[in-house]
């Protein structure tokens, strides 16, 4: 197997060139927006790699990328592959900023290798560009990931917004399928604004919540008895007929909670239980 001797000298000697051609490649492979990336920023990054790349060929193994010397190299490629995961590149121009390199590497191997040694070379440059390529792909498949999760974790907060109705009156409007996730997202929200608003009666509004089965009506028993044990008293509103047909055929016991057919009527409920007087006043003429 070679030693990388010749590859490394290539990386040294004939690195502003190997530059320019590795450029010009990925901007005419890749048909570079200009929207994701400035070609400064591009040719940034290709420099910073081909820094990196240098110096992990001097120290380590060509077999294998995976060892200490090659951990800058890897924290290059996972730094790359996570701004490209967030300016919205795809998987495939990801790894193209690995396997481009391989035509500018390759015509350099042909000008210098030894005829006897150039399909040795060619492979082993191949090999080693092929680990990279499998590395960043899988690294920007990881940061996609997280940005994915991260977004739905704050499009959870997002809709299962607590709001304040009155003094010591918190809602929090369910809209949507209600699974463990997001009643974990419901309940620290609520428990939060509860201590925060200092409220003594919450509203659990589930209107918008297209089913009840008894996964959800579970999730519904235990925010009421985490809100109970903050001080706070629960109602449920948006009890429909269908609703409660169900609640009733499943056997769910709502043990003292209360429960309205609309969110005017449970605030109607939640004021008076809060010591106010709602009362209708003629309109002024």
Same mark, same amino acid.
């Given at each position: 197997?070679?030693?990388?001797?010749?590859?490394?000298? #290539?990386?040294?000697?004939?690195?502003?060139?190997?530059?320019?051609?590795?450029?010009?490649?990925?901007?005419?492979?890749?048909?570079?927006?200009?929207?994701?990336?400035?070609?400064?920023?591009?040719?940034? +990054?290709?420099?910073?790699?081909?820094?990196?790349?240098?110096?992990?060929?001097?120290?380590?193994?060509?077999?294998?990328?995976? %060892?200490?010397?090659?951990?800058? @190299?890897?924290?290059?490629?996972?730094?790359?592959?996570?701004?490209?995961?967030? +300016?919205?590149?795809?998987?495939?121009?990801?790894?193209?900023?690995?396997?481009? &390199?391989?035509?500018?590497?390759?015509?350099? #191997?042909?000008? =210098?290798?030894?005829?006897?040694?150039?399909?040795?070379?060619?492979?082993?440059?191949?090999?080693? &560009?092929?680990?990279? %390529?499998?590395?960043?792909?899988?690294?920007?498949?990881?940061?996609?990931?997280?940005?994915?999760?991260?977004?739905?974790?704050?499009?959870?907060? #997002?809709?299962?917004?607590?709001?304040?109705?009155?003094?010591?009156?918190?809602? @929090?409007? &369910?809209?949507?399928?209600?699974?463990?996730?997001?009643? /974990?997202?419901?309940?620290?929200?609520?428990?939060?604004?509860?201590?925060?608003?200092?409220?003594? @009666?919450?509203?659990?509004?589930?209107?918008?919540?297209?089913? @009840?089965?008894?996964?959800?009506?579970? =999730?519904?028993?235990?925010?009421?008895?985490? $809100?109970?044990?903050?001080?706070?008293?629960?109602?449920?509103?948006?009890?429909?007929? +269908?609703?409660? /047909?169900?609640?009733? =055929?499943?056997?769910?016991?709502?043990?003292?909670?209360?429960?309205?057919?609309?969110?005017?009527?449970?605030?109607?409920? $939640? &004021?008076?239980?809060?010591?106010?007087?709602?009362?209708?006043?003629?309109?002024?003429?």
């Amino acid at each position: 197997m070679p030693d990388g001797t010749l590859l490394q000298r #290539l990386l040294a000697e004939d690195a502003g060139r190997l530059l320019d051609d590795w450029t010009r490649e990925q901007i005419a492979s890749t048909s570079l927006r200009r929207d994701l990336i400035s070609e400064t920023e591009l040719r940034q +990054q290709s420099a910073d790699f081909l820094a990196a790349l240098r110096e992990a060929v001097a120290r380590g193994s060509l077999e294998s990328v995976a %060892g200490p010397e090659w951990a800058p @190299v890897r924290d290059l490629l996972s730094s790359v592959s996570r701004s490209r995961a967030l +300016q919205g590149f795809s998987p495939s121009d990801t790894a193209r900023f690995v396997f481009s &390199l391989k035509a500018p590497l390759f015509a350099r #191997l042909r000008e =210098h290798a030894p005829p006897e040694r150039l399909g040795d070379e060619t492979w082993t440059v191949s090999s080693l &560009l092929d680990q990279l %390529g499998l590395f960043i792909t899988e690294s920007f498949q990881k940061s996609r990931e997280e940005v994915i999760a991260r977004q739905q974790q704050e499009l959870m907060e #997002l809709s299962t917004p607590v709001v304040k109705i009155w003094e010591g009156v918190v809602a @929090v409007p &369910l809209i949507g399928t209600l699974d463990s996730a997001r009643t /974990q997202v419901v309940m620290e929200n609520l428990l939060g604004r509860i201590v925060e608003n200092g409220a003594s @009666v919450a509203i659990i509004d589930i209107t918008g919540v297209p089913t @009840v089965d008894t996964l959800v009506a579970q =999730h519904l028993i235990k925010t009421v008895a985490a $809100a109970r044990l903050m001080g706070a008293e629960c109602i449920i509103s948006g009890i429909r007929p +269908q609703i409660a /047909q169900t609640i009733v =055929h499943l056997g769910v016991v709502l043990e003292n909670v209360t429960t309205k057919a609309s969110l005017a009527d449970a605030i109607l409920v $939640a &004021l008076r239980a809060t010591g106010y007087t709602v009362a209708r006043v003629a309109p002024r003429s």
